[in-house]
C-alpha cells in the first residue's frame, strides 16, 4: 500500500513538473498523414478541412494504406492537449514528389494554413523563441513550419528565403537519398558530403535566420555542416549508434561533436533506430529511454531533447497523448527535475533561439 501511495504521489509531481515546463517535439509528419486521410482536421480526426481534398499531395501521394488508416493520426491538437505538448515542428518530407517537391511543400503548408486560422484559439505559427513562449502563456499550441529534404529549395536562394518569409524556420538538407545539398545517409557509403550548393544553402539559412537540421544526412555531410554553420543545429530526428547500428544514427563522436556545437540531437520513438530488430518487433519503452540515458552521458544533459517522427513511424508510444512517458521514465532512472524540463522542451527552445531569435 505504501509503494502504491509513493507511485502515485511521483505520477502527480511528474504531471505536474510535465504542466509547468514548456515541451517540445522536434519532429513530427502530422500535415502529410492528415490530408492523405482525406484532409482530416488538426482539430477532430472525425471531421474535414475544408479546403479542396484534391491538392498536390493527395494527387501525388494518394489516400494511406488501409491498414496504416487504421492506425489513426498520431497528433493533432486533442492529442497535444492530452500529453502536454507545448510546441511541435510540423516537418513536410518532399522526397516522394518527385520533380514537384517545391509544389508539393507549398500545398502542405497551405492546407496547414487553413487548418491554423480554423483553430486560431488553440494553435499559432511561431517564427522564433518569444511566439513559443507567448503561445504557452496564453494557453496556445505552437506550430514550427519545417521541410524535411532541401529539394523543396529547387537549388534557388531566391526560394530559400521566400520559404523563410512563409514562415518555414528549419530544413532538414536530405532525406535518405543525395540532394543538390548533400549526400544522404542510405548513400555515405560514396563518401560525399556537403556540395557546394549546400555550402551556400548553410550559410544563407545561418543568415536568415533557420534551424539546420542534420538528420538523414551522410556522416561527411554532418561533418561538414557543424563546420561551416555558426549557428547551433539539431538532429531533429536520430538516435545512438551505439545502441543501434543504422546509418539514421548519430556516433559517440558526433554526438560530442554536436555539443560542441551547441545544438541538440531529438530522440526518436521510430522503433527501427532504437534496436536493429526494431523494424520487425517493437522494443519495449526501456530500450527508448537507454537511448535517453546514453546521449545524455554522451552529449550532456544540455543537448538531448525529444523528435517523436509521429505520423512518420514513431511508433513506440501509440499517439502524442502517451508524451508524459519520457518524464516518468527519466524520473525513475534518477534524473532531476531541472534534467528532465531540458529534455522536454528547454534545450530545444535555446537552440531555437539561436538560430531563429
Known amino acids: 500500500m505504501e509503494k502504491k501511495n509513493e507511485k502515485m504521489t511521483l505520477n502527480t509531481q511528474i504531471s505536474e513538473l510535465h504542466e509547468q515546463t514548456l515541451v517540445i517535439d522536434s519532429h513530427n509528419d502530422a500535415i502529410v498523414a492528415h490530408i492523405r486521410r482525406g484532409n482530416v482536421s488538426l482539430a477532430d480526426e472525425n471531421a474535414q478541412n475544408t479546403t479542396d481534398p484534391v491538392g498536390t499531395i493527395a494527387y501525388l501521394r494518394g489516400p494511406v494504406p488501409r491498414e496504416e488508416e487504421a492506425i489513426g493520426i498520431q497528433l493533432n491538437i486533442p492529442q497535444m492537449r ?6 511541435a515542428f510540423f516537418a513536410v518530407d518532399v522526397t516522394r514528389a518527385w520533380k514537384n517537391h517545391l509544389a508539393y511543400a507549398l500545398d502542405a503548408f497551405g492546407w496547414f494554413e487553413a487548418e491554423v486560422t480554423a483553430n486560431a484559439n488553440d494553435i499559432c505559427i511561431a517564427r522564433k523563441a518569444s511566439d513559443i513562449r507567448e503561445a504557452k502563456a496564453s494557453g496556445k499550441l505552437a506550430a514550427v513550419l519545417v521541410i ?15 520559404l523563410y518569409m512563409l514562415g518555414v524556420r528549419s530544413i532538414g538538407l536530405t532525406h535518405n537519398l543525395n540532394t543538390w545539398a548533400s549526400t544522404g545517409n542510405d548513400e555515405e557509403d560514396m563518401g560525399g558530403g556537403l556540395t557546394r550548393f549546400g555550402m551556400t544553402l548553410v550559410k544563407e539559412m545561418n543568415r536568415l535566420g533557420m534551424l539546420v537540421d542534420v538528420s538523414h544526412i ?16 539539431i538532429a531533429s530526428h536520430s538516435n545512438c549508434k551505439t545502441l543501434c547500428r543504422h546509418s539514421r544514427n548519430l556516433s559517440n563522436e558526433q554526438l560530442k561533436a554536436l ?9 526518436t520513438f521510430v522503433p527501427g533506430f532504437i534496436t536493429t530488430d526494431g523494424w520487425t518487433k517493437m522494443p519495449p519503452l ?25 505520423d512518420g513511424g514513431g511508433d513506440l508510444l501509440k499517439d502524442a497523448s502517451e508524451f508524459i512517458k519520457i518524464a516518468e521514465g527519466l524520473s525513475e532512472r534518477g534524473y532531476s527535475d531541472e534534467d528532465i524540463r531540458k529534455v522536454l522542451g528547454e534545450n530545444h527552445l535555446r537552440v531555437f533561439e539561436a538560430a531563429c531569435g
Open 82 to 87: 492530452q500529453g502536454g505538448i507545448d510546441a
Open 148 to 162: 524535411e529534404n532541401s529539394e523543396a529549395v529547387e537549388r534557388s536562394l531566391n526560394i530559400l528565403r521566400s
Open 218 to 233: 551522410s556522416e561527411r555531410g554532418f561533418w561538414d555542416v557543424l563546420e561551416i554553420s555558426e549557428h547551433p543545429v
Open 259 to 267: 555539443a560542441a556545437n551547441g545544438g541538440v540531437v531529438g530522440i
Open 286 to 310: 526501456a530500450q527508448l529511454l537507454n537511448h535517453f540515458a546514453y546521449a545524455i552521458d554522451i552529449a550532456g544533459i544540455d543537448h538531448v531533447g525529444i523528435g517523436s517522427d509521429f
